[in-house]
């Protein structure tokens, strides 16, 4: 997300238990949220979902988790690969 511009930044802070991350959004964020449920997607339905969810095409990520780690749906479909959406940020 932050090759798209949606992160400032980000850092891990250590708390005892695990530690978190804390992260500064961009203000240019529109909209995002969660995806549930986790819809499985293959590598020919991106085209579904990117309609579905992002208000107009290349405008926005899907965020999807595959079998290679998670990364963007743009990512996904150049390599090829499908998996399971997780989140939306435009």
């Known amino acids: 997300m932050q090759d798209h511009a949606y992160i400032e ?3 891990y802070v250590e708390n005892g238990r695990g530690g978190e991350y804390h992260v500064k959004l ?4 529109n909209k995002c949220g969660a995806i549930k449920p986790r819809f499985s997607v293959k590598k020919g339905e991106m085209e579904k979902f990117e309609s579905r969810y992002l208000p107009a095409q290349d405008f926005g ?3 999807i988790t595959t079998n290679k780690g998670v990364m963007t ?7 090829g690969i499908g998996g399971k959406l997780l989140a939306y940020v435009y």
Do not use: T, V
């Open 9 to 11: 930044e980000f850092e």
């Open 26 to 29: 961009s203000p240019i964020i």
């Open 61 to 63: 990520i899907l965020i």
């Open 73 to 79: 749906h743009s990512d996904a479909k150049k390599i």
